[in-house]
C-alpha cells in the first residue's frame, strides 16, 4: 500500500511538472513596438516584416503590435517608456541621452559607404557602447538605418556652407548635430521630430536636416522649398528593448525575436539603398528646388565639430573616432 501511495504521488508530481511545462510553452507574449514616423516609412515597413517573421516562426507565442505616428509619445518618452519597462521596444535615435559617447557615431562626414557603416555597427566600438545601456534598463537589440542626413529649408538654395549663416535649422538633441551647424554658421534648434512639420509650417525654424525617407514620410515638401543634398551625417535608429522584458523571455523566443531583428535590420539597409535614388525624384516632383553642394567644401567646414568632440570626450573619443575610422 505505501509503495502504492508513493507511485501515485510520483505520478502526481510528474503530471503537475509536465503541466506546468506545458502552461510555459504555451504562454505567449506580445511585443508592443513604438515608432515616431508614419506608415510607409522604413523603419515602419521593416517593423512589419519583423512581426510577420516573430509571429510565424513562435507559431503565435510571440506577438508583435506596432504602434506608428509617435502614437505613445515622442522619441524621448518612448525612450524612456523602455527604460521603465512600460513599453517592450522602441525605435530611437537618441540614446545620447543615456549614453553621450554614441554622438561619436554621428560625426560628419566619418563613414566611407555603408559596407564601412555596417562593419562599424557590427564592432566592439558598438557593443561596448551598448552595454552602458543595461544599467538604464535598456538593451540595444539591433539597428536600422536612418540615413544620409541632408539639409532643407524655406529662405534659399544651399550651395556652399556660407549659405547656411544665420538660419534656424531644427535637429534632434544631438551632440552631433547640434556642433555640426555651429561649425556651418547656423542657428541649431533641438527639437522633438514629432514637432518639426508644425515648427516648419508656421516658420520657428527655417529648416532642418534629415535623411530623404524622412523628408519624403514627413511631407516636408509642403513647407520647405529648398533642399540640399549633403549626406554630412550619417546616423543609425536604434532597436531598442525593455530589458527586463526581454531577459524574461523563454530562451527559444528570445532567439526568434534576436533573429527576426537582425533579418528586418539587414532588409532594411538594402531597401534604403535602392528608395534613396527614388525619393529624389520624388521630392523633385513635388517642386523642390535641389542643389549638390561640393562636399569637400562641407567637410572643411564642419571639421570644427570633431574639436568640441574632443573637447567634451577627450582621449577616448578620439580612439573612438580613430577606431572608426580604420575599420
Given at each position: 500500500?505505501?509503495?502504492l501511495h508513493n507511485g501515485m504521488l510520483v505520478g502526481l508530481v510528474v503530471l503537475f511538472l509536465v503541466g506546468l511545462a506545458s502552461v510555459a510553452a504555451a504562454q505567449s507574449y506580445t511585443i508592443k513596438v513604438g515608432i515616431g514616423h508614419p506608415p510607409g516609412q522604413s523603419f515602419v515597413v521593416a517593423s512589419e516584416k519583423f512581426k510577420e517573421m516573430v509571429e510565424k516562426r513562435s507559431n503565435g507565442r510571440l506577438k508583435v503590435e506596432i504602434f506608428h505616428s ?258
Amino acid at each position: 500500500m505505501m509503495r502504492l501511495h508513493n507511485g501515485m504521488l510520483v505520478g502526481l508530481v510528474v503530471l503537475f511538472l509536465v503541466g506546468l511545462a506545458s502552461v510555459a510553452a504555451a504562454q505567449s507574449y506580445t511585443i508592443k513596438v513604438g515608432i515616431g514616423h508614419p506608415p510607409g516609412q522604413s523603419f515602419v515597413v521593416a517593423s512589419e516584416k519583423f512581426k510577420e517573421m516573430v509571429e510565424k516562426r513562435s507559431n503565435g507565442r510571440l506577438k508583435v503590435e506596432i504602434f506608428h505616428s509617435s502614437q505613445l509619445g515622442g522619441e524621448r518618452e518612448m525612450q524612456e517608456m523602455v527604460a521603465l519597462g512600460t513599453l517592450e521596444m522602441s525605435v530611437s535615435g537618441i540614446v545620447v541621452i543615456y549614453e553621450p559617447l554614441f554622438t561619436l557615431l554621428e560625426a560628419p562626414f566619418l563613414y566611407r559607404d555603408r559596407d564601412h557603416i555596417k562593419k562599424v555597427m557590427e564592432s566592439s566600438v558598438v557593443a561596448d557602447l551598448s552595454q552602458t545601456l543595461l544599467n538604464k534598463g535598456i538593451r540595444m537589440v539591433g539597428f536600422y538605418e536612418n540615413g544620409f542626413r541632408h539639409i532643407t529649408n524655406s529662405k534659399r538654395a544651399i550651395n556652399a556652407p556660407a549659405d547656411l549663416k544665420g538660419l534656424k535649422i531644427r535637429t534632434p538633441e544631438n551632440l552631433a548635430q547640434i556642433e555640426t551647424f555651429k561649425a556651418l554658421g547656423a542657428v541649431p534648434t533641438p527639437m522633438a521630430y514629432s514637432e518639426l512639420y508644425n515648427a516648419l509650417s508656421q516658420g520657428v525654424v527655417d529648416g532642418q536636416e534629415n535623411p530623404l525617407q524622412n523628408i519624403w514620410t514627413g511631407k516636408m515638401y509642403e513647407v520647405q522649398k529648398h533642399l540640399a543634398i549633403t549626406g554630412h551625417i550619417y546616423n543609425s535608429a536604434y532597436i531598442l528593448a525593455s530589458n527586463k522584458f526581454w531577459t524574461g523571455l523563454p530562451a527559444d523566443l528570445r532567439k526568434v525575436a534576436e533573429d527576426g531583428i537582425k533579418e528586418a535590420s539587414y532588409w532594411q539597409l538594402d531597401y534604403l539603398a535602392d528608395l534613396d535614388k527614388k525619393l529624389l525624384e520624388d521630392c523633385k516632383g513635388k517642386g523642390m528646388l535641389v542643389t549638390t553642394p561640393d562636399r569637400e567644401a562641407f567637410r572643411k567646414a564642419t571639421a570644427p565639430a570633431y574639436d568640441a568632440f574632443y573637447a567634451k570626450f577627450g582621449d577616448k573619443g578620439k580612439k573612438i573616432i580613430e577606431a572608426i575610422r580604420g575599420m
